[in-house]
């Protein structure tokens, strides 16, 4: 227990010692590029919502948009969730039998997550737009 304390303060202390030193003139350049940044993100976003407003009708573009960004954003995470869930399962899992538990019914919410983010937007595309269309 006092190596995983030891080891965590290590890590706070060397990661707060990377920080990058900024001086006061970069600090008016990091503002402009970093406004510039966000209306580009805006304007980029407004488009895709307008795209997706075209194709579903004007108040399902907004959750059309939506639900593409949670598929996209959902396979990462819970591959994540799965290689954590594997862990628990076939690594600690071999010592205690609850861990193993654990990772296994973390690997089964992982994936029925993953299938739902994946399968809901085509059949919100099904619903809406028609199966012929």
Same mark, same amino acid.
């Given at each position: 227990? #006092? ?9 706070? $202390? ?5 920080? *990058? $030193?900024?001086? !006061?003139?970069?600090?008016? *350049?990091?503002? *402009?590029?970093? !406004? ?8 980029? *976003? ?5 795209? /997706?407003?075209?194709? /579903? +009708?004007?108040? /399902?573009?907004?959750? !059309? ?10 396979? %990462? ?5 799965? !290689? ?10 071999? #010592? ?6 654990? +990772? ?11 299938? $739902?983010?994946?399968?809901? %937007? ?9 199966? +012929?269309?």
């Amino acid at each position: 227990m #006092r190596k995983l304390a030891l080891s965590i303060i290590l890590l706070i $202390i060397v990661l707060l010692s990377c920080g *990058t $030193i900024v001086k !006061a003139e970069q600090i008016d *350049t990091m503002d *402009t590029n970093t !406004a510039s940044e966000l209306i580009e993100m805006k304007e980029k *976003t407004k488009s895709e919502i307008d795209e /997706y407003s075209r194709k /579903y +009708g004007s108040e /399902y573009g907004t959750v !059309a948009y939506a639900l593409n960004k949670i598929r996209i954003f959902s396979i %990462p995470l819970c591959f994540t969730g799965i !290689a954590i869930g594997a862990l628990y399962q076939y690594v600690l899992g071999t #010592r205690r039998l609850d861990s193993k538990h654990k +990772g296994f019914n973390m690997i089964v919410a992982f994936i029925t997550i993953l299938v $739902i983010c994946q399968v809901l %937007p085509l059949i919100f595309a099904i619903v809406i737009r028609g199966w +012929g269309d």
